[in-house]
């Protein structure tokens, strides 16, 4: 996209952080899965609706990683393919837990807005 | 963690990034493979979905903080590339650079030499020298003087040795030529040394352990004390031939045996330049620090401080201070030595260093012209790079990353250049005018030249880079043209008139000093100075205190001269003109100035002094033969003695007293130019002179007059005086074969000799008013022409629609001289500035000086015309057809 309007990669990062870390971890919480395996994971689970850009993908790995929230470690793929696996931690794992309940919460919150009538 | 092992780490980081996404890529290729697609297909498709790899690595990999080391890399591979592409303007850059990076470089190292560099001394902070302040009403001209005089009395340094305890005091005299006979046998070879005469404690003072042996003790440093000498260290290399047993042997120095006491380490600086030292003896009226001649030096005892010896110091008892300044005040201080010794050369050294920071303000202006015309062309190379993502801020950083590294390559070549401007600075100018231990190129000054080609880097790569942010990127792209500004010729203009008016300052500057130096070598000698061969010798020698062998020499070996073929007529005297007198004040007893002394200068010489010289006689008669030393006492005055102390040109017959004696003025002669010893108003004036006959001298006299002189013998030829040197020699040797001539001097030698400040400042000055000159043609050419290749097209045009190619040239040259005349008038204001500050440098040139005035704008004018419409040539040449075709 040619534009003299620099838009900065990050943002898109920036936009999404809070969300994606939490699908993520929650992502890991079946087992230890590599990037590729991450991505289609939350694709398939969200039934083809939430594609996640690989520039947003592995920075966000990488940062968690230094976070001290995943783990990784290099291991072999059924088809024998050598792959970079992450694993949750228990740091990560709280952190899930936090960012659920803030989502929990914020969902509810918005939910009250856009539909005020309590639901019986 | 360490710099170095986070970079390690970050490059680990980095290659384990890239398998990490060749796996992926791998993955998905094999997925898709397993849908069904060909493996070619599979391959492409992962590689789409996955995006732009470069940049997802870029976006995980800023993560880690380091990329900012990696960007500077990239734009220096991508400078690397630049530089060599278009070697050219990188050529013209680096060595407009290491010029003007070189000569400050090289200046500055004097600047640092002086001022900010520790003096070669232990503890340097702890030494000091002592000033004798004085302000008051001068009795001489009734106008108000300030004096910090560096030059003590007898009495004074006795009272320091009396009153000061906090602070160790030693005493410096002068630096005189003396004749040394290594060895105590008769045969040996007398050669001439400048020996430095210091008092006992002065290498303590300095801090200075002699290598072997030790300083002088207070017994040597007395009059009738043992004959002590202490060795430099060249001096007992060279012609000891590093005898380690040297000590307690005995040398003939001065005519007399010397006992060697020390060996001065290598490497010792001393202010004199002394190559041997000997003990300062000071006494009294006539002897040491008899006459206001030597200078005091502290330094500070241990656990002292120097409010302690301050307060010590501000209590001296002033002498004789009712004749320095009868309603005035007075007091001693400590002057830090480091600031005494910058103090002489403290102004001139900043002038210019002024003066060539402007060569790299024109220099810096040059090249930010030319890399603004650089910046035009690269516009849809920037336009591009900006399309495709570049940030600005990633644009002005690769910008100035050229040009840094520009500046850098150039400021290793200015290192080189100053180094090879000191080298040769060191040859044509004497110890004097450089700093204790010599320019050199230290720590500070590469700190210096390191932050001068930031500094530079910054002003001709940043304001460039202003303009960068400016392309427009969608017209660019779309156009694919130039982004051919109006604007960037404009700032151009600015700067060439920026640097044509720190140019005329230069001009100008450098006009009134070379102004100065025609006034003073032109100025009237008094005497006729063609044909005349002078030789200095040392007669600070104890054979010759005693007045009859004193005259015995002189007239042998004049006898002996006089017979050589060709000369015509030779004569000895203490002093020659150009050269300074020794300062001794007559006693006036009669006329108007009766009781008081005159200051004048002294000079005792034989009878034919005046003859040889052609000093021409304008009232009674010359010194003859006749004047005996127990016939009665005469003297010759020059006009401006009379004129001074007889308010009459024409004294012939008036006395004046000298001591005891009593002298009749028995004749006036002209004035000859001198170097000033009494009253330092100018290089070169014709101060009151008086002549005595050397038979008439009296053995104080002698004494005093050749431990601070070397007599010259004068000859003058009937041919060319190069030739008559040996014979000189041949003259001397028989009346004392031992006795060495120190050098010969033609009379254009000594005038030289005598404004070698001047000369040195003119040349100096010249060099640096050319280099801005040639700079700034440079600048205005480069402008013209740039502006010649941009406008080709709109000239054809203008062409073939019937203008002429006169009326174009006009118009493109006319931007070189508009920039030039604005360039101009602000330089002026400049120069009148400037010529405030040079006013004490200024004689017989007013500051306003109209033969300047005139040539400078003339010079600067003929110039820039040329460099103005030389480029406009080109334009005869544009066809107006192919212009239109180009279209």
């Not at chain 2, 990490?20 to 493996?39: Q, Y």
């Not at chain 2, 047993?245 to 004199?272: A, D, F, R, W």
């Not at chain 2, 700093?435 to 304001?463: Q, Y």
């Not at chain 2, 304008?618 to 003859?624: C, K, Q």
Request: contains cysteine; proline residues 5%.
């Amino acid at each position: 996209m040619p534009t003299s309007e620099h838009q900065p990669y990050q943002n898109r990062i920036e936009l999404l952080q809070g969300t994606l870390d939490m699908l993520i971890l929650q992502t890991l919480q079946w087992g230890a899965q590599h990037g590729y395996g991450i991505a289609q994971a939350l694709r398939a689970q969200s039934g083809e609706v939430l594609q996640v850009e690989t520039g947003s993908l592995y920075p966000a790995l990488h940062r968690m990683e230094r976070q001290g929230w995943i783990l990784s470690k290099w291991g072999q793929t059924e088809q024998n393919q050598r792959a970079k696996y992450y694993r949750i931690t228990a740091e990560g794992k709280k952190q899930l837990a936090r960012d659920r309940s803030k989502w929990e919460a914020m969902v509810a919150a918005i939910g009250n807005i856009l539909s005020p009538t309590p639901q019986v | 963690m360490t710099f170095w092992s986070r970079i390690l780490r970050s490059e680990r980081d980095k290659s384990d990034l890239d398998e990490e996404i060749k796996a992926h890529l791998a993955l998905a290729a094999a997925d898709k493979r397993d849908r069904g697609s060909s493996a070619e297909q599979a391959r492409r498709e992962a590689a789409r979905e996955f995006g732009n790899v470069g940049l997802v690595k870029d976006v995980t990999h800023e993560l880690s903080g380091w990329m900012w080391l990696e960007h500077l890399t990239q734009d220096l591979r991508f400078a690397v590339r630049q530089v060599r592409r278009t070697p050219g303007f990188s050529l013209a850059v680096i060595l407009t650079l290491a010029l003007g990076i070189g000569v400050n470089s090289a200046v500055f190292s004097m600047v640092n030499g002086f001022m900010l560099r520790p003096l070669p001394y232990p503890d340097a902070d702890r030494v000091a020298s002592l000033i004798l302040h004085t302000e008051g009403i001068s009795p001489r001209t009734g106008k108000a003087v300030v004096d910090d005089d560096d030059s003590h009395e007898f009495e004074t340094w006795n009272l320091v040795n009396r009153d000061i305890t906090a602070a160790q005091a030693a005493a410096q005299g002068g630096t005189t030529g003396v004749n040394l006979q290594a060895g105590p046998e008769q045969g040996a070879a007398v050669r001439y040394v400048h020996a430095t005469r210091v008092s006992a404690g002065y290498f303590d003072v300095l801090g200075i352990r002699p290598l072997l042996g030790r300083g002088f003790t207070a017994a040597e440093d007395r009059p009738g004390g043992p004959k002590a000498v202490v060795l430099g260290y060249a001096l007992w290399q060279s012609t000891f031939q590093g005898d380690p047993h040297i000590l307690g042997k005995s040398i003939t120095l001065k005519g007399e045996p010397y006992v060697v006491v020390g060996v001065l380490p290598k490497g010792t600086h001393s202010q004199g330049n002394g190559e041997l030292f000997t003990p300062l003896v000071p006494s009294d009226p006539k002897g040491e620090c008899g006459g206001n001649n030597c200078s005091i030096l502290l330094r500070l005892r241990s656990g002292a401080s120097w409010q302690q010896a301050g307060a010590e110091i501000s209590r001296l008892h002033v002498p004789q201070f009712d004749q320095i300044s009868p309603r005035g005040r007075a007091w001693f201080y400590a002057q830090p030595l480091s600031r005494y010794l910058a103090s002489q050369m403290r102004t001139p050294v900043l002038a210019l260093m002024l003066a060539v920071s402007f060569i790299l303000l024109i220099a810096c202006a040059n090249l930010a012209g030319l890399t603004l015309v650089r910046i035009d062309r690269r516009t849809p190379e920037i336009a591009t790079r900006l399309a495709l993502g570049a940030t600005r801020a990633a644009i002005l950083r690769q910008l100035w990353v050229e040009a840094l590294l520009l500046a850098l390559i150039g400021a290793v070549l200015g290192l080189v250049l100053a180094s090879g401007i000191l080298h040769s600075v060191r040859g044509f100018v004497t110890d004097e005018f450089l700093p204790l231990g010599g320019p050199a190129i230290d720590g500070r000054v590469l700190c210096f030249t390191l932050s001068m080609s930031l500094l530079t880097s910054l002003f001709f790569g940043a304001l460039p880079a202003i303009r960068a942010r400016r392309v427009d990127v969608r017209s660019s792209v779309a156009h694919g043209s130039y982004g051919v500004a109006a604007g960037s010729s404009r700032i151009r203009q600015f700067l060439i008139a920026g640097e044509v008016c720190l140019t005329v300052v230069l001009l100008f500057s450098a006009g009134l000093l070379i102004r100065t130096l025609v006034h003073l070598e032109t100025l009237p000698a008094g005497f006729d100075a063609h044909n005349v061969m002078t030789a200095k010798l040392s007669l600070d020698d104890a054979r010759y205190h005693d007045p009859a062998a004193f005259r015995s020499l002189l007239n042998r070996s004049l006898a002996a001269m006089r017979r050589t073929p060709g000369v015509e007529d030779a004569a000895v005297g203490l002093s020659v003109p150009y050269e300074r007198g020794l300062n001794n004040p007559v006693d006036m007893v009669e006329g108007p100035l009766s009781g008081e002394q005159a200051s004048s200068s002294l000079s005792w010489v034989t009878p034919g002094y005046f003859s040889t010289l052609r000093i021409p006689l304008l009232a009674g008669r010359v010194l003859a033969d006749s004047d005996f030393s127990t016939s009665e006492h005469v003297a010759v005055v020059n006009t401006s003695f009379g004129r001074k102390f007889f308010n009459d040109p024409n004294p012939v017959g008036r006395h004046v007293g000298s001591g005891k004696d009593k002298i009749t003025i028995v004749g006036v002669v002209g004035n000859v130019a001198k170097r000033p010893g009494v009253y330092a108003e100018a290089p070169l004036s014709t101060e009151p002179v008086f002549y005595i006959p050397a038979a008439q001298a009296d053995p104080q006299l002698i004494a005093m007059g050749n431990l601070w002189f070397q007599p010259s013998w004068i000859v003058r030829t009937r041919g060319p005086i190069e030739s008559i040197t040996g014979d000189m020699q041949k003259a001397l040797a028989e009346a004392d074969p031992t006795l060495p001539f120190a050098g010969f001097y033609g009379m254009s030698d000594l005038l030289a000799e005598s404004l070698v400040y001047q000369r040195i400042e003119v040349a100096l000055l010249t060099v640096l008013a050319g280099l801005a000159l040639l700079l700034s043609a440079i600048g205005i050419y480069g402008l013209v022409s740039s502006l010649v290749v941009q406008r080709t097209r709109e000239i054809g045009i203008r062409i073939a629609l019937g203008s002429s190619f006169g009326d174009a040239m006009i118009k493109i040259g006319a931007s070189g001289v508009v920039a030039t005349a604005f360039g101009l008038a602000a330089g002026l204001a400049g120069s009148l500035l400037a010529s405030q500050v040079l006013r004490s440098e200024l004689y017989g040139v007013r500051e306003h000086d109209p033969v300047t005035l005139v040539a400078v704008p003339t010079v600067l004018a003929v110039i820039a015309l040329v460099a103005s419409f030389l480029p406009t040539l080109r334009i005869t040449r544009i066809q107006p057809a192919e212009t239109l075709r180009m279209e």
